[in-house]
């Protein structure tokens, strides 16, 4: 048996050796079927499965590729991964967003910028990354980035674009505000 990766080798579940990379193996089996399973040394979820029907009084050569299950054990966990920040960036959302305006304290760190972080416990629940931030009303606050303004929501989402020259106050439960772009 050659092997790409370093392999532990089972027969009928029953641990026959190791097979190293780039070296031949010699696995003897009396003629009948098996199932062999060769598990990599490096991480036992890579693993292949096989039914093997041996001949009597006959040697053959077996190769057996791990690197490709490593492959696509590794692409898995990446999606996997992907998806579970995924998920707690949507559920950090939906937390922020039911926080009353009043648990948003603007506050301004050592370099000038500003962020917002919790009244009760002072966790940051947005970055600090802007010139200039107002408070929270009615869910949104005016912020100021790059000498442009604009506002974001809860989550610290823009919902309406950074990309004014200034904004006034405004009446959000009727669906107003006031910006000014260009002068």
Do not use: H, M
């Not at 036992?44 to 053959?60: F, G, L």
């Not at 416990?121 to 949104?140: Q, T, W």
């Amino acid at each position: 048996i050659k092997s790409d990766t370093d392999c532990r080798i089972f027969v009928d579940d029953e641990e026959r050796g190791t097979a190293r990379a780039g070296s031949l193996f010699r696995l003897p089996l009396r003629g009948g079927s098996y199932l062999l399973r060769f598990v990599s040394v490096e991480n036992p979820a890579d693993a292949v499965e096989q039914t093997w029907r041996i001949e009597k009084d006959v040697e053959e050569l077996y190769v057996v590729a791990l690197a490709p299950v490593r492959r696509q054990r590794e692409e898995r966990e990446k999606r996997e991964a992907a998806a579970r920040a995924e998920e707690e960036r949507r559920r950090r959302e939906a937390y922020l967003l039911q926080l009353p305006d009043e648990r948003f304290v603007t506050f301004k760190d050592n370099s000038g910028k500003y962020g917002f972080s919790d009244r009760e416990n002072s966790e940051l629940l947005i970055p600090v990354i802007y010139d200039y931030a107002g408070s929270f009303s009615e869910g949104l606050a005016s912020v100021n980035k790059d000498g442009k303004w604009g506002y974001i929501d809860k989550s610290g989402k823009a919902v309406i674009p950074i990309i004014y020259d200034n904004t006034c106050s405004f009446s959000f439960g009727e669906g107003l505000v006031s910006v000014n772009k260009d002068g």
